[in-house]
């Protein structure tokens, strides 16, 4: 990996997630590994393998959220330093997956801190906008807290990415049978966790019979998920407005 | 009390739409979460209502509180905030209180709908079908999944800002109370745990590896025995064992460290794969 490419993952990575540009939604849209794998894959060159990758990783966090600050890991930082990782160090999806997931937990230790520190600046801000100083009341919010975010997670990435490279595939390169058949393993159960963690916000005891409905359809009919994610929206309407459905317009509303 | 009688045009709006949807998180701290950003929103109307800068900052005072929301479903509020300061430049009898009341008593059912309904429902939705379609090197499900989402996501928060603005704090409660979030918070659980069955079955797909030798005869235990039962029971298994984790209040880090550690294990033994 350049230096260049180094530094434009870690500016990537600091323009998606530091919440100022609204444009990118970052965690809510632009920050999942799927579209950073790919981004990371077109800066180095290779993007449908950076697609890959960066799908393989997001498996792991497809139920992930942030609730009032509380997030569990840090899938921003599996997908943009994950990806570079794996492609720089020829890893397959299965291990991208392992080195996404131990780096999205170390990672998160980072969100903490930079939340923690930007409490500090609260105090500066608050005495400008009492005077009405708005520039000085911006300046105190935004600027800080934008420069540790960048040192924190683009800086750092940068950093990650050259140093990280080598290592890491040398490790991949040495790996005993036993291990890779541990990863495989991992690669295989571990997206089990992310679609648990999203079942806990919207399962219940009537939609799990819809859970095993998709499951049934893709493993015994190999279903197109976006056909079945229609299907289950007509059933949707059913359920909820089944018998409330009038017969022709405008009769029972 | 000087007042400038100011009613807010729509382009007026659309900076402190813009404003919140900037700077709601972009010095997230523990201090005052969304708090901070909220003051750089009012900022925008209060200097636009009052003329001295002591009245607004007087009037900023209230605005310097504690605050955390979904920043998306959260706009209304926001815009009913700027709505009601609004009415009290105008003369209209609404205590400083009044404001600080409405925003602390919405906040946590916003917080609650918006939460799992945007990044409990519908992001994992599309970005399931964009998984789907990026594990099969197809780019246009990144694509897809960008466009939908951040379209919906700015759209949607845009939309309800204004409509915060119009409607008022009467008419908020009443959506709150009317039910409608919740018919889509079930249709939405309908369509995610649809979604979440097909990508369970086509990504969870764990099985045994090891045969049995039976006198001459090898068996593979899997695709002889299990298989012929129900395809993808282990799967099952597996999702079951984890919901009951997360049931017993299990945290999600830990979860997914005995989850790596234990199929690493059995892997490494040649038991799964």
């Known amino acids: ?253 | 009390m000087s007042t400038t009688n100011y009613t807010m045009k729509r382009s007026d709006l659309n900076r402190c739409w813009l404003s919140w949807m900037q700077h709601c998180a972009c010095g997230y701290n523990y201090a005052k979460m969304m708090g901070s950003g909220v003051a750089h929103v009012m900022r925008i109307p209060l200097s636009k209502f009052y003329d001295t800068k002591e009245e607004q900052g007087r009037e900023m005072e209230k605005h310097l509180t504690f605050f955390n929301t979904e920043p998306h479903i959260g706009s209304m509020i926001i815009g009913t905030v700027i709505a009601m300061e609004e009415d009290r430049s105008h003369g209209e009898p609404i205590e400083a209180e009044d404001i600080t009341k409405i925003k602390s008593s919405l906040m946590g059912p916003f917080a609650g709908i918006g939460d799992s309904l945007i990044q409990g429902a519908f992001v994992p939705i599309f970005l399931s079908i964009g998984v789907s379609m990026g594990l099969q090197g197809n780019l246009l499900g990144p694509i897809l999944f960008a466009l939908v989402c951040c379209g919906v996501c700015l759209a949607g928060s845009h939309y309800l800002f204004f409509q915060g603005y119009k409607l008022g704090k009467e008419a908020i409660t009443k959506i709150m109370s009317s039910g409608i979030f919740q018919q889509i918070m079930a249709g939405a659980g309908i369509v995610g745990c649809t979604v979440m069955g097909a990508l369970a079955a086509t990504t969870v797909t764990t099985g045994l590896v090891f045969e049995i030798t039976a006198g001459e005869s090898v068996i593979n235990v899997q695709s002889t025995l299990l298989d012929a039962v129900f395809l993808g029971i282990i799967p099952l298994v597996i999702i079951a064992l984890i919901m009951k984790a997360f049931n017993k209040g299990k945290k999600p880090t830990a979860v997914l460290f005995v989850t790596l550690i234990i199929s690493f294990v059995l892997g490494a033994l040649g038991i799964i794969g």
């Open chain 1, 1 to 253: 990996m350049t230096v260049w490419q180094a530094v434009l993952i870690g500016l990537y990575h600091y323009v998606i997630n530091c919440k100022y540009f609204i444009l990118t939604q970052g965690q809510f849209v632009l920050g999942r590994p799927l579209i950073s794998g790919l981004a990371v894959g077109i800066i180095m060159g290779r993007p449908v393998e950076g697609l890959i990758i960066g799908a393989n990783i997001n498996l792991v966090y497809l139920g992930w959220m942030d609730v009032g600050g509380m997030r569990a890991t840090d899938p921003a930082v599996a997908g943009t330093l994950g990806t570079a990782l794996a492609l720089a160090s020829n890893a397959s999806p299965e291990e991208a997956i392992v080195l996404g997931s131990i780096l999205g937990v170390v990672a998160n230790f980072g969100y903490t801190l930079w939340m923690s520190v930007n409490s500090l600046f609260v105090p500066q801000m608050e005495k400008c906008a009492l005077k009405a100083n708005w520039s000085g009341m911006k300046f105190w919010y935004i600027v800080p807290s934008q420069v540790i975010f960048y040192l924190l997670y683009g800086l750092t990435i940068t950093l990650a990415c050259l140093l990280g490279a080598e290592p890491v595939a040398n490790v991949l390169e040495n790996l005993p049978e036993w291990i890779t058949n541990g990863f495989n393993a991992v690669a295989v159960t571990l997206p089990a966790v992310g679609i648990c963690l999203n079942l806990k916000s919207i399962m219940n005891k009537y939609t799990v019979s819809f859970f095993i409905l998709g499951f049934i359809c893709a493993i015994y009919f190999n279903m197109n998920m976006i056909v079945l994610a229609i299907l289950a929206a007509i059933a949707a309407v059913i359920a909820i407005f089944g018998v409330g459905i009038p017969a022709r317009k405008g009769e029972s509303e």
